[in-house]
């Protein structure tokens, strides 16, 4: 499963994916997570407002920051 997160790199992009790792940990989840500061990049794959969260290429969360258990719920779905 590969995760992106894409935004800028500010306290909320920071905190989304903090949120992330620590979602896939209490899945015991061992995706590819990344983190996109290019705004060309994340425009590119389709995000208009971060902070974003992008599950296989796939925008789950835009324009706020997903707490861990929404994430686990949100990658749960997305076939974890």
């Known amino acids: 499963m590969k995760i ?4 800028p ?3 909320r992009c920071q905190a989304t994916e903090r949120n992330v790792i620590n979602a ?3 899945l ?3 995706a ?3 983190h996109v500061y290019d705004p060309r990049e994340y ?3 389709g995000v208009r407002m ?3 969260v992008i599950v296989d290429g796939k925008i789950v969360v835009s324009g706020r920051v997903p707490t861990v ?6 990658l749960k779905q997305a076939g974890a």
């Open 4 to 7: 992106q997160v894409a935004g």
């Open 9 to 11: 790199g500010c306290a």
């Open 24 to 26: 896939c940990a209490e």
């Open 28 to 30: 015991n989840l061992s």
């Open 32 to 34: 590819d997570v990344s």
């Open 43 to 45: 425009a590119a794959l």
């Open 50 to 52: 971060t902070p974003a």
């Open 69 to 74: 258990e929404e994430l686990k719920t949100l």
